[in-house]
């Protein structure tokens, strides 16, 4: 105190060293991060698990119970039941919506016939929520204590895990998960990774274990760890403050910081076995990067144009050449990239022809007409047809994935009130079927026109960048049809999309698939 100084020991000093600060140090973290995202991200902390830890430890917590155990135990029953892999799908497809409505009723059935019958006595008493919550929870625990599971599990997956509880799983489920992601660029976790995949002998950042001893490594994770805790607690309890609910209460947070650790050695186990293509996408990437480097793309006038005349700082400039030769190679199909020259080749792109396309694409004001020309021109791809090239007939099929029936319809229905001629059973049984289907489009100006499907009546479409959208209305359906279309070197062009058609005024909902082709 008297010297004025404080004295504290680090393990590793990089952090605190004005090199860091170089553009050789921040471009070599940039693609060691990236080279990390590009092949793991698709493949850990998938958001389907922690959806599910989510629905379930959220629709526990609404019953009253708040038992670490019961909710591992559900969610172990969940997640090793066969339908479980549906919904895995389902989430890599991207349809959360009905990917979390499955969970929660999954969840419900798991509930219902798993909980003893004395965690639902004790739990009874401390049901989150009013009167109408009170009284759903003893439905269900009344029907479980007789051995309808069924219909416990119905009010269970369906009203007790309501749409906002599940909503609001969901949302806290993407932010936490790409909290973890995003993490990879933190030093601190990159340096707990290697003493995991190569052991430590405590000259290593103050780790001393074993290779492969994730708990050992956890344990000595000291302040990393605890901050990695923190963040989940606190974006979790930012998204419940949104959605009007409480914060958590000491035992959510308990099972929060058990998902945590849970998410961070699954990460570790498969980036230590992905090790080899992490090191190939990472050389990838800095072929594309030195390249730039050399023609001066970051910082010279033979730069895009825009690119060096908004301001953007260094590490922003690496962000967007990156995502730009990430799209390049999307739109031209090609997943080869080299730095010489390629010739005819289907698979590979080189880094000469991003650079090209590049200063095309930040050029003002007409850079992505330009852009799309030299794709079409250099790879002989069109990204998209053009509007008078959907006009005609497209042959392909619908399929219905998902009808829901409202029971006052049904119950119109038996009663001889619905439509002339409406049979349910015959439409439920059109589900999972492809049905062959042509949709022929008539354009009448530069972004849309009318649309016929299998001679029926017309119906209003809009198109922009290779994105229709069909508008359908008539006295008993409103509902909408939305399609990508892309066209194949040979010139074929595929549609593909979701249908959403809202029947009776909502009695009857159905979702489908759509693709055609010509």
Not at 154 to 178: C, M, P, R, S, Y
Not at 479 to 508: H, P, Q, S
Request: hydrophobic share 35%.
């Amino acid at each position: 105190m008297d010297a004025g100084t404080m004295t504290f020991q680090t393990y590793h000093f990089s952090t605190y060293s004005p090199s860091i600060s170089e553009k050789t140090k921040i471009t070599e973290q940039f693609l060691h991060s990236q080279a990390l995202d590009n092949v793991l991200r698709d493949n850990v902390n998938n958001e389907s698990d922690y959806v599910t830890q989510q629905i379930i430890a959220m629709t526990l917590a609404k019953m009253g119970i708040t038992d670490a155990k019961t909710q591992a135990k559900i969610f172990d029953k969940v997640s090793s039941a066969e339908e479980y892999k549906e919904i895995y799908d389902l989430y890599e497809k991207g349809d959360l919506a009905k990917a979390n409505q499955k969970v929660a009723l999954l969840a419900g059935a798991k509930i219902a016939s798993n909980v003893p019958d004395s965690v639902w006595k004790s739990a009874l008493g401390s049901v989150v929520g009013g009167a109408d919550d009170i009284a759903k929870v003893s439905e269900a625990a009344g029907y479980a204590a007789e051995g309808q599971y069924k219909e416990a599990a119905k009010i269970i997956g369906e009203q007790i895990a309501d749409k906002f509880l599940i909503t609001t799983a969901a949302k806290i489920a993407v932010e936490v998960v790409n909290g973890q992601i995003n993490n990879w660029k933190n030093s601190e976790v990159d340096a707990a990774f290697d003493a995991y995949k190569n052991g430590a002998d405590g000259y290593f950042w103050g780790y001393n274990v074993d290779k492969g001893d994730f708990e050992g490594v956890w344990t000595q994770m000291r302040g990393i760890g605890r901050q990695l805790e923190l963040e989940a607690v606190a974006k979790e309890n930012a998204i419940r403050e949104d959605a009007g609910m409480p914060e958590m209460t000491e035992k959510e947070i308990a099972m929060v910081h058990v998902r945590v650790k849970q998410a961070y050695k699954k990460q570790f186990e498969q980036r230590s076995e992905k090790e080899d293509e992490i090191k190939k996408e990472e050389a990838k990437l800095k072929m594309m990067f030195d390249a730039f480097e050399e023609k001066n793309v970051f910082t010279g006038g033979l730069g895009p144009q825009t690119l060096n005349e908004k301001g953007y700082t260094y590490e922003q400039k690496l962000e967007i050449m990156h995502h730009f030769g990430q799209k390049m190679m999307k739109d031209t199909a090609r997943t080869e990239l080299t730095d010489g020259n390629v010739g005819i080749s289907d698979t590979k792109i080189s880094t000469a022809q991003i650079i090209i396309a590049a200063k095309k694409y930040f050029s003002e004001p007409d850079g992505k007409k330009k852009y799309e020309e030299y794709i079409k021109e250099e790879f002989g791809v069109g990204l998209y047809p053009t509007i008078e090239e959907l006009k005609g007939d497209l042959i392909g099929d619908m399929t219905i994935t998902d009808i829901e029936i409202t029971d006052e319809f049904k119950q119109k229905v038996e009663n001889g009130e619905g439509p002339e001629g409406c049979d349910l059973a015959a439409l439920e049984e059109m589900k999972g079927k492809a049905n062959p289907m042509k949709l022929t489009f008539d354009p009448t100006n530069a972004t849309g026109g009318y649309v016929t499907m299998n001679d029926g009546d017309q119906m209003l479409f809009s198109y922009h960048d290779g994105k229709i959208e069909i508008t359908i209305t008539d006295d008993d359906m409103e509902g909408k049809i939305f399609i990508d279309a892309t066209k194949n070197e040979d010139g074929t062009i595929v549609l593909g999309g979701k249908m959403y058609v809202d029947y009776m005024g909502g009695g009857i909902s159905i979702k489908g698939d759509v693709n055609a082709q010509k």
